[in-house]
């Protein structure tokens, strides 16, 4: 029951402790988010918690403790905090879509008959996010992504995703024409996929545009188009955010460049644009891996336990440490 619909007035000095339990709440939520987009998962984790121990209903704290387990490849503790979310907060298309993303890393890496009744669980997920929120673009984007992926016997198919990137068209035009452009690469035209990818950046000329536009000249081998384009996102990242980190990804998938792809991970993990979209810890590990392909072990060494020092029990990083 909400404090208004009380049938008598609260004492005063009770309001004042309950104002100031929510606030301290408030800020705890606040600063687990930031340790968890600064990639500190380890302390992100120990102060949800704590917070949790006291609001075990907290549905943000459960979706934040669900992103901390997904940053670190944790599916089966990451779909246990988000479906925690989604249970106290059902109308929270946030939580309906961190659940699916979670849903969908386990499917990612599960056996075939396991990995079907878990898109399943993605599909649902994401329809619902968009249903509850339909100006939750990266949710519609998730799902036009599922649509041009899955077949159509689980919910899959590029009908719906046509229509969905109609709708997205008014008010997300960037993001439409870049659905427009998976589904031209699903049926094989290059050239319709190329304009619309130009288009999306046309749109807003946004990093995130130039990096899909980088990654298709990449897979099509016209490594110049792609440097220019993964530049022209460089230079319009204004934040020093995960696009640079996309963007180093990009140049060493290619083998391509890999001073600048170094420099652009430093950058990254030297700026103030860091989120949990890009993980410091998975960039200081990737870092650390084109350290050693360049044959600065001492540096890949560091980048290792800098790694581990946000993430102590990420597998990746203590591996390589083991092996550097």
């Given at each position: 029951m909400s404090l208004s619909t009380r049938p008598f007035r609260l004492p005063h000095a009770f309001l004042l402790a309950l104002l100031f339990t929510t606030s301290f709440l408030a800020a705890d939520e606040t600063q687990a988010n930031a340790l968890l987009q600064q990639g500190r998962v380890d302390e992100a984790a120990a102060m949800?918690?704590?917070?949790?121990?006291?609001?075990?209903?907290?549905?943000?704290?459960?979706?934040?403790?669900?992103?901390?387990?997904?940053?670190?490849?944790?599916?089966?503790?990451?779909?246990?905090?988000?479906?925690l979310a989604v249970a106290n907060a059902p109308d929270s298309s946030e939580d309906h879509m961190w659940l699916?993303?979670?849903?969908?890393?386990?499917?990612?890496?599960?056996?075939?008959?396991?990995?079907?009744?878990?898109?399943?669980?993605?599909?649902?997920a994401f329809e619902r996010a968009v249903q509850l929120d339909p100006e939750n673009f990266q949710a519609m984007s998730d799902l036009g992504e599922y649509y041009v992926a899955a077949p159509s016997m689980i919910g899959g198919g590029t009908d719906k995703a046509q229509a969905l990137a109609a709708r997205m068209q008014p008010s997300f035009p960037a993001q439409s024409h870049r659905l427009l452009a998976l589904i031209a690469e699903k049926k094989k035209d290059s050239a319709a996929a190329e304009?619309?990818?130009?288009?999306?950046?046309?749109?807003?000329?946004?990093?995130?545009?130039?990096?899909?536009?980088?990654?298709?000249?990449?897979?099509?081998?016209?490594?110049?188009?792609?440097?220019?384009?993964?530049?022209?996102?460089?230079?319009?990242?204004?934040?020093?955010?995960?696009?640079?980190?996309?963007?180093?990804?990009?140049?060493?998938?290619?083998?391509?460049?890999?001073?600048?792809?170094?420099?652009?991970?430093?950058?990254?993990?030297?700026?103030?644009?860091?989120?949990?979209?890009?993980?410091?810890?998975?960039?200081?590990?990737?870092?650390?891996?084109?350290?050693?392909?360049?044959?600065?072990?001492?540096?890949?060494?560091?980048?290792?336990?800098?790694?581990?020092?946000?993430?102590?029990?990420?597998?990746?990083?203590?591996?390589?440490?083991?092996?550097?």
């Open positions: 949800l918690q704590d917070l949790l121990a006291s609001q075990p209903n907290n549905a943000l704290a459960h979706q934040l403790f669900c992103r901390v387990y997904y940053a670190q490849e944790k599916a089966d503790p990451a779909i246990h905090e988000c479906e699916a993303r979670a849903y969908g890393y386990k499917a990612a890496h599960a056996s075939p008959f396991s990995a079907l009744s878990l898109a399943v669980k993605v599909h649902n304009a619309e990818y130009q288009a999306a950046v046309a749109a807003g000329k946004t990093p995130e545009a130039y990096i899909d536009l980088g990654d298709f000249y990449k897979r099509h081998n016209q490594t110049d188009k792609m440097l220019e384009a993964l530049r022209s996102a460089v230079a319009a990242d204004h934040r020093k955010g995960p696009p640079l980190v996309d963007a180093a990804t990009t140049l060493s998938d290619a083998h391509s460049s890999p001073q600048l792809a170094i420099s652009l991970l430093r950058t990254y993990l030297a700026a103030s644009g860091k989120t949990d979209g890009a993980p410091a810890f998975k960039v200081h590990l990737q870092l650390g891996g084109l350290l050693a392909q360049s044959g600065d072990t001492d540096g890949a060494h560091n980048e290792y336990l800098a790694a581990l020092s946000l993430a102590s029990n990420y597998v990746p990083a203590r591996k390589a440490l083991q092996g550097s």
